[in-house]
């Protein structure tokens, strides 16, 4: 059954290696307009998983849909409304960066004048006549990340996008990211934790290719299992508190609330791995 309401629909999807199992019986939905993370350790299958949905790699088996089209069908439809930031970008080294551009504009059917657009939104008019082959590694991640989003597409999957940035520029990304048109998807892959927690309203945790975690970003942080903290306010030094605490009514402490503490979504990702 085609789900047109889903801008991605993954069921059972299954990706081997030969014996490793890269990606094992993964099913989730986004629905547009969401800004998801994929978060998951080193080898957890992120790229796998991304390639696959953006049909650059076959699965071995399972279904995936984008806007309610098979990508195993419909490759050529599905790659042109996606919006796609590799692991490594794609990049040709002896062109500079206003004619790489412009070809990849060409490919994907983009007004000319956008190249000029991602370029302002990337940072890059000062980089446009350089050759991207000289460029460092963070200017060519501009690079990668001006190319996905020409043409504005309705579905941007970006493979760590802020791999490699300075923090300037992984505040524009961030920035470029949530200032996205609405109705526009994005999947996002990331190792910097609260990029997440800038960026997505919810989480993809996958390990050792299965999804371990599929929440808001808000239940996932304030879940059932939130600890617990007694605050206790005190008049004047507060070295010995442990001790008072054993005895509330010493003179000086005013109030006690006890609250839901919110853990760090560094803790809950660690947890989830444990
Ligand atoms: N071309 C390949 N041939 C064989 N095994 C592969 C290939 N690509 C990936 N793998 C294996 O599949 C698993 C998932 O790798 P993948 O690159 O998807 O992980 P990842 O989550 O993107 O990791 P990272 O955070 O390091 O980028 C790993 O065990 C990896 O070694
Ligand atoms: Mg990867």
Redesign the pocket.
Known sequence: MIDSTSMIKVKDLVRK??E?T?VDSVSFEIAPGEIVGLL??????????MRILTSYLPATSGEVLIGGKDVRENSLAVRRKIGYLP?TPPLYPDMNVRDFLAYAARLKDAPAADVDRVLAECDLADAADKVIGTLSKGFKQRVGIAQAILNDPELLILD?PTSGLDPVQVRQVRKLITNLKEKRTVLL?T?VLSEIEHMAQRVLI?KA?KIIADESLNTLLTGAEGEQEIVIRMNGDGDDAVRKIRDLRLPGVETIEVRKLQQSLESVFIKLNE
């Open positions: 290696y030969g490793v890269a998951g350790h080193n080898g957890a299958g992120k790229t796998t998983l692991e760590e892959s190792h996958i290719g």
